[in-house]
DNA sequence: AGTATCATGTAAGAGGTTACATGATTTT
DNA sequence: AAAATCATGTAACCTCTTACATGATACT
């Protein structure tokens, strides 16, 4: 029964205070007024997650009273918070979480630079590539062998997802092209 | 308090079980096995997910005994599971569902021919591809603003998030046209 | 005889959703 | 004075994850 991991809104909430220590408040606004992420920008899940950060001592929070404001509570990463981030953003990226997970690869990818440098950043870039290129080719024998028993829809719904996948591994070589020139 | 309405999952289940009536052994190999859903094929999450839609009489199981296996359970949908499955697949789109429940918004085309037939599906169809229009202008306008002064790697993911959303506009149209032919 | 597959569940714990609660400060 | 915004939280409820439990049948 190992102790509960960091969740992946606990990761969004790292690589968030690591860019710019924050309040809570600022981060549900980060969540409701921004495209990036699809977290829920309530504060019955905000809080609790940042309260945990600060329990596991990944984050610490100061008491900030800027000019004629409410008093609010500014949270920053520890050394321990940056290790932490730094393991999920370096962790394999395996066949289940280009199947299942694209999102949080995504969103580990968006947090890569400032977490863990840029060599780490095209290493994570030439793995999904390896990934994307390794799985692509079931989808798509997926596709030829049921398609044809498929409603419409379906059979429509799933091209779109071969779709997304080939679009992802198209993304992937352009940004190696571009962290190469940089 | 309203009573908890039927989850993603539960639709899943019902989309899956009106195309063909199923174990729940069944509907945890079509997770494991086939690209569709992202839903987890643990009997932790699918026997209490199937005993729930049982308990509101969405669907209804039947022993069944083939030769030479163990028995299984055969849940089909019941009238009111039929209209409860509607009613989720003509749900109106709204900006929401696009913004941060893709995923879901496809789940549903791929049952809407046999949930609700070709009228519904060709009108989800018209009705996202409005969605995407609308939204889509804010995004690239988001990304103009703030492109900047973001890191590359958190750059090239929103650069990302926009070309998902354009291919997902052209697949629909491509889809409208498909329809339109049949 | 032992391992793999078929088949259905339960229990504990964690985390998210929705709704409520509270109060300060700023704008109209 | 009222309404909007800033700011932080809690409580009840529900669902999912992980792990365990059980037993039948098929394959080697």
């Given at each position: 029964?190992?102790?509960?991991?960091?969740?992946?809104?606990?990761?969004?909430?790292?690589?968030?205070?690591?860019?710019?220590?924050s309040s809570g408040y600022e981060v549900r606004k980060i969540f409701s007024e921004t495209p990036m992420g699809s977290f829920s920008d309530s504060p019955g899940a905000i809080y609790p997650a940042?309260?945990?950060?600060?329990?596991?001592k990944l984050v610490r929070g100061s008491v900030d009273r800027g000019?004629?404001?409410?008093?609010?509570?500014?949270l920053r990463l520890t050394a321990a918070g940056r290790r932490d981030l730094r393991g999920w953003l370096t962790a394999p990226i395996e066949r289940a979480d280009v199947v299942s997970r694209m999102g949080e690869l995504m969103l580990r990818f968006s947090f890569l630079d400032e977490g863990a440098g840029p060599a780490a950043t095209l290493?994570?870039?030439?793995?999904?590539?390896?990934e994307l290129q390794a799985y692509l080719p079931s989808v798509r024998a997926y596709f030829k062998n049921?398609?044809?028993?498929?409603?419409?829809?379906a059979r429509l719904a799933?091209?779109?997802g071969v779709m997304g996948y080939e679009a992802r591994l198209r993304w992937v070589k352009h940004a190696v092209s571009e962290y190469r020139k940089a």
């Open positions: 029964m190992r102790r509960s991991a960091t969740t992946s809104l606990g990761y969004a909430l790292l690589g968030i205070l690591l860019h710019k220590p940042l309260a945990r950060l600060e329990e596991r000019p004629g404001l409410r008093e609010r509570k500014i290493q994570f870039l030439q793995s999904l590539a390896a049921h398609a044809h028993e498929m409603p419409m829809s799933l091209a779109s």
